[in-house]
């Protein structure tokens, strides 16, 4: 082994066993060198997405949309409230308000009861909350 190979092997994490090193080109340990460095300055530099938390996938907003709308339906047969308010992000009130204002309206009418829209810019897509009065 030339001796700037057998530095980046001591360089290695432990983790890696020594037949997996040993299979590899010089190509390869040099590719390996570089992506755990890659993921070490991301492990310190980053933070888990606040998005999906992590799992690399968010619910689409229709999933959202009917969540919420099961929501309310539970906590109004639960709560018997005089009205609510929905707290959410943006993109899912503009889904609420502008694409598909009827799931709204038919909840207010069933329910008897108004229904309110706000949007917290500091809301993910799946972060709402709903207020009952
Ligand atoms: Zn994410």
Redesign the pocket.
Known sequence: MKPWIQLTVEAMDSTYSRYSIESLSTIGLVQMTRKRTRESLEHILCET??????????KTIETVAYEITREIVREAAQFNPKQMMLICSHEINDYLSDDEPDILADLEESLQIPIMLKTDHYYGREHYDIALY
């Open positions: 997405c606040p998005s999906c938390e992590g799992r690399g996938f968010v």
